[in-house]
Nanobody, 126 residues
């Protein structure tokens, strides 16, 4: 599956952005999905993930209550709604996918995802 993230930009702290990740090549509903981010000079970190159905979702503590992950299988698209953005949310956000089921305890592990695409830059100014 090929993944392409979009929707990033420059926003002021407190504002919102909605990222999209469009997939192509395989049956979208067969994949668990996730968002990761990497800030300059920092390690890549988990942001959010969800299972095949989109019912089970997991969030990093740093974004819980502010970000919402969702998917529209009919459009082969995953979303990340980001509210109350903070300067520390500044990073390149990328989407990743894993074929098949995934358990909650594994959702935050980068190594379980088999596919990823180019990211989109999110910059939050103070």
């Amino acid at each position: 599956v090929q993944l392409q993230a979009s929707g990033g930009g420059l926003v002021q702290a407190g504002n919102s952005l909605k990222l999209s990740c469009v997939a192509s090549g395989r049956t979208f509903s067969d994949y668990a999905l996730a968002w990761f981010r990497q800030a300059p000079g920092k390690e890549r970190e988990f942001v959010s993930a969800m299972d095949l159905s989109g019912v089970t979702r997991r969030y990093a503590d740093s974004v819980k209550g502010r970000f919402t992950i969702s998917r529209d299988n009919a459009k082969n698209t995953m979303y990340l709604r980001m509210n109350s953005l903070k300067p520390e949310d500044t990073a390149v956000y990328s989407c990743e996918a894993r074929y098949g089921r995934i358990v909650f305890s594994s959702m935050s592990q980068a190594g379980v995802y088999n596919y990823w695409g180019q990211g989109t830059q999110v910059t939050v100014s103070s």
